[in-house]
């Protein structure tokens, strides 16, 4: 053998183990970044759980800029496909999560295509507002539509009676506004009205909607729940 070629040889080597070095590297800090994305369902981050075959919530509306994460609760492998175009996507294994930023405004419908198909079986759909863009919820004879939706501390929400009679707004616990004096526990929506509201402490705010008239009022059976989502102003 001559000394060129173990030379070579010995140069080869070093490469390979420098290449081997870089991609063990690269392979930790992208299992650290997943490991952070499972344990930071942190305050900024909305969270879709997907289980077996469904996704929780199945619509939601956020603000522009918000970070979705769908976690596989499941024990089955789904995927997250966008009925059109490739903006996001991807397969996602059991106990595994998957993050997407959305930085458009506009309705992103996805389905998996393994459990689903468009707007069947397991679908949901991502409504982005717009900067600006006020953020509602239409009270309806079967409930409040999208039932989650997330806005931002200080951003105005409201709830817009779209049905025929007097809708009650109750939450449990009550939520704090802006204005420290306005506390959220219990409002009566009349037909065709709105109420607007301000939330001025991040977290999960659960609530009822019922027809405050008729002999269904207080009954369990009559109400539709709701939930808004607060996170941090952009």
Not at 200 to 218: D, E, F, K
Request: with cysteine; glycine share 8%.
């Amino acid at each position: 053998m001559s000394r060129g070629y173990g030379i070579r040889r010995i140069a080869t080597a070093y490469l390979l183990a420098v290449f081997f070095l870089v991609s063990v590297i690269l392979v930790s800090v992208t299992t650290v970044d997943q490991s952070d994305a499972a344990s930071s369902a942190n305050d900024e981050t909305v969270i879709i759980n997907i289980g077996d075959n469904y996704f929780s919530p199945t619509t939601i509306s956020v603000p522009v800029g918000a970070a979705v994460q769908w976690s596989n609760q499941g024990r089955s492998l789904h995927n997250v496909t966008p009925d059109s175009g490739r903006a996001f996507g991807a397969s996602i294994a059991p106990q595994t999560q998957y993050t997407a930023e959305f930085l458009t405004a506009g309705n992103f419908a996805y389905y998996c295509t393994l459990h689903g198909a468009p707007g069947i079986a397991q679908h949901g759909t991502i409504v982005v507002r717009a900067q600006g863009e006020s953020a509602s919820v239409e009270i309806k004879t079967k409930g409040a539509v999208p039932a989650q939706i997330v806005v931002r501390v200080g951003e105005n929400l409201q709830w817009i009676n779209k049905s025929r009679t007097k809708q009650q707004l109750a939450f449990s616990p009550p939520a704090t506004g802006v204005d420290p004096e306005v506390v959220l526990r219990r409002v009566a929506i009349a037909p065709k009205a709105e109420y607007s509201f301000r939330f001025a402490t991040l977290g999960s705010y659960s609530y009822r909607t019922q027809s405050a008239s008729g002999s269904n009022v207080g009954s369990a059976k009559s109400a539709h729940k709701g939930i808004v989502r607060v996170i941090p102003s952009g």
